[in-house]
């Protein structure tokens, strides 16, 4: 009976120790309600940020793809030729038949960088051009311009540069 009586006594003191959650069912669904709100804000700013990083030309590896054109129709984009990567494929769709004027702008203002080559959908090719290039396109698909230095010319072009595409139509 003795121990009987100090057990009950025991589980009396713990109990009374322990803290009270003070938290209604009304202050819980408020909090989800809130945190929910926030996920939500969160996904619409990082799709925002997906959308504007979409929006450019970039280079990836040896490849820029010519995607995004701004109002003008002039596709733009930076590139860079280094050690690794020697050659730069610029990679644009061609959806009416008509006139390219492209131009390679380097960093440094002049450098042994040019339009090696140019691929037409029917893998055709022709080259090499200058630092700037008008031919007319006359197949629909997707071209390929090759940017690089000139082998007849030393010390090859390795640095940052500009690069712009513009197609007029007839």
Do not use: W
């Not at 989800?32 to 939500?40: F, P």
């Not at 930076?78 to 004027?101: P, Q």
């Amino acid at each position: 009976m003795k121990n009987y009586t100090i057990l009950l006594l025991s589980i009396f003191f713990f109990s009374c120790q322990q803290k009270e959650n003070t938290k209604t069912s009304v202050d819980v669904v408020s909090d989800t309600i809130s945190a929910t709100k926030n996920k939500v804000e969160n996904k619409k700013e990082e799709d925002k940020k997906e959308e504007d990083k979409k929006e450019e030309n970039k280079q990836i590896g040896d490849t820029i793809a010519m995607n995004f054109s701004d109002e003008k129709g002039l596709f733009t984009a930076e590139g860079s030729l280094d050690s690794i990567h020697s050659r730069i494929y610029i990679k644009f769709k061609n959806e009416d038949s008509g006139e390219l004027n492209a131009t390679i702008i380097p960093a440094t203002g002049k450098g042994n960088i040019r339009f090696n080559q140019i691929i037409f959908p029917d893998k055709s090719s022709d080259g090499p051009f200058g630092m700037d290039l008008k031919i007319p396109l006359q197949q629909k698909g997707n071209h390929i311009l090759v940017i690089g230095h000139s082998l007849m010319a030393d010390n090859p072009y390795f640095g940052k540069f500009q690069v712009k595409l513009e197609n007029k139509k007839k």
